[in-house]
């Protein structure tokens, strides 16, 4: 679900048939075209409004009232919001928590539809390039002042904060994120490991390739799941959205370009988002793969007997590396008039522990915590090991910049394509992608 493509951006599973929530694991990204459709005014009625009042200023375990929140997680996936809502209503049991299914392409157009309203509800759960358009649009109220006073706010990267005007609106619990997967019999075979830096890449594909096998398989798609692939790389060289440098584009493509020409990266890519690049992976003749903690699942299903896998962190740069963290944010409705009640949601559900391990269990989100990626329940699976220690490093806020490069992520995807099928040259493509950004970015 790219901003220019809906349904076509994300870092998806392995195939269309998983859940909403399962092909939200990789990030969500945006619907597309914002146009309001009708029904305004029946869809607020049954969501309820925002009749909710608490009993006091001060909420405890009489606090009553009515709290509506929005999600989209289908019918079939829909037991992990209720599991972790169900930590409110047991600290809170008097108020009524009303879990509001909305479709996630329709999220935006009808927040934005109900805040022109003066409407919306208490709680949004939602993760996609659209935040930005809907901060403008008036839909969130800020956290700032109770995310300030939060005592466990240093317990979460900065990545996972969405921030508009310096002030801090949603709030990730759980991330998602790009990693190394290798096949470890061809690694042994090979006599190689993977490799740490972007200088060992080079040298360790080109025995993997002389060994009759592909080095690398990774999302050349030109959509966000392009962008998704290529931004590790960038940042690398020290490229961002808010200073395309032209010779750091140039430097990441000039590397991926190489592996292309010299058959290190299949061009076939250029037509492969993370579900692709997941199924050739599985064959068993590619080395490394370029995928997300979502395949985790997958991967114990279909991989099976063929080969031993494992995972590790991406190689890096010689600049400060990002790695987008994607996910779910919680949100308050700019509407509401149970602030603190949709607060204390927040901090019962993905921003508490026991919340963050229900999602690691049930949809296989990796808590943003600091002080859980210790715990028994992520360090007992060896696949989590590499991707808490990115969140750790190198997690970068996603959408970047709040969704205000929704535009510029579009043309940096084009040019990462354009360049492994051999389109474009790395330098003109640097030339056009950091002309590109500088022309779409709009802080």
């Given at each position: 679900m790219s901003a220019a493509e809906p349904d076509a951006g994300l870092p998806l599973t392995l195939d269309r048939s998983v859940s909403r929530r399962e092909l939200l694991k990789g990030a969500?990204?945006?619907?597309?075209?914002?146009?309001?459709?009708?029904?305004?005014?029946?869809?607020?009625?049954?969501?309820?409004?925002?009749?909710?009042?608490?009993?006091?200023?001060?909420?405890?375990?009489?606090t009553t009232g009515t709290l509506t929140v929005w999600h989209y997680s289908s019918q079939q996936d829909v037991?992990?919001?209720?599991?972790?809502?169900?930590?409110?209503?047991?600290?809170?049991?008097k108020v009524d928590v009303k879990l509001v299914y909305v479709e996630f392409s329709e999220t935006p157009k009808r927040a934005i539809a109900a805040a022109a309203a003066k409407q919306?509800?208490?709680?949004?759960?939602?993760?996609?390039?659209?935040?930005?358009?809907?901060y403008k649009a008036g839909v969130f109220k800020s956290v700032d002042?109770?995310?300030?006073?939060?005592?466990?706010?240093?317990?979460?990267p900065d990545g996972v904060i969405t921030k508009f005007n310096n002030k801090v609106y949603g709030v990730k619990g759980y991330v998602n994120l790009t990693g190394l997967w290798y096949n470890k019999n061809i690694l042994d075979a090979v006599g190689v490991q993977p490799p740490k830096t972007f200088d060992e890449v080079a040298t360790v594909f080109a025995k993997v390739a002389?060994?009759?096998?592909?080095?690398?398989?990774?999302?050349?798609?030109?959509?966000?799941?392009?962008?998704?692939?290529?931004?590790?790389?960038?940042?690398?060289?020290?490229?961002?959205?808010?200073?395309?440098?032209?010779?750091?584009?140039?430097?990441?493509?000039?590397?991926?370009?190489e592996w292309a020409r010299k058959g290190y990266l299949p061009k076939e890519s250029v037509q492969w988002g993370q579900a692709e690049t997941f199924n050739r992976w599985v064959v068993g003749d590619v080395a490394f793969m370029e995928n997300g903690n979502w395949n985790i699942g997958p991967a114990s299903r279909t991989v099976g007997s063929k080969f031993t896998y494992?995972?590790?962190?991406?190689?890096?740069?010689?600049?400060?590396?990002?790695?987008?963290?994607?996910?779910?944010?919680?949100?308050?409705?700019?509407?509401?008039?149970?602030?603190?009640?949709?607060?204390?949601?927040m901090q019962e559900t993905l921003l508490s522990k026991d919340g963050l391990l229900i999602t690691l269990q049930e949809s296989g989100g990796i808590p943003a915590r600091h002080d859980m990626a210790n715990?028994?329940?992520?360090?007992?699976?060896?696949?989590?090991?590499?991707?808490?220690?990115?969140?750790?490093?190198?997690?970068?806020?996603?959408?970047?910049?709040?969704?205000?490069?929704?535009?510029a992520q579009s043309v940096i995807a084009q040019?990462?394509?354009?360049?492994?099928?051999?389109?474009?040259?790395?330098?003109?493509?640097a030339k056009d992608a950091s002309d590109g950004v500088k022309a779409n970015y709009k802080p």
């Open positions: 969500a990204a945006g619907v597309g075209t914002l146009a309001l459709s009708g029904g305004l005014t029946s869809f607020i009625a049954a969501c309820g409004g925002n009749q909710t009042t608490t009993s006091g200023t001060t909420i405890g375990p009489n037991k992990t919001v209720q599991d972790y809502t169900a930590l409110f209503t047991k600290k809170y049991p919306g509800p208490d709680v949004f759960i939602y993760g996609g390039n659209e935040v930005n358009a809907m002042s109770y995310w300030q006073s939060f005592a466990e706010k240093g317990q979460f002389a060994a009759g096998k592909v080095p690398i398989a990774l999302t050349g798609q030109p959509t966000d799941q392009g962008d998704w692939t290529a931004f590790p790389w960038l940042t690398g060289y020290g490229f961002s959205y808010k200073n395309p440098d032209q010779t750091a584009i140039e430097q990441a493509l000039t590397l991926v370009n494992g995972t590790a962190p991406l190689p890096t740069g010689p600049k400060s590396q990002g790695i987008f963290l994607g996910g779910e944010a919680l949100w308050i409705g700019a509407f509401t008039k149970v602030a603190d009640l949709a607060w204390a949601y715990l028994t329940q992520v360090t007992s699976n060896p696949l989590l090991a590499a991707y808490t220690s990115e969140v750790k490093d190198h997690g970068a806020e996603y959408p970047p910049e709040g969704g205000a490069a929704i535009a040019n990462w394509s354009a360049v492994i099928g051999g389109q474009k040259t790395p330098a003109q493509a």
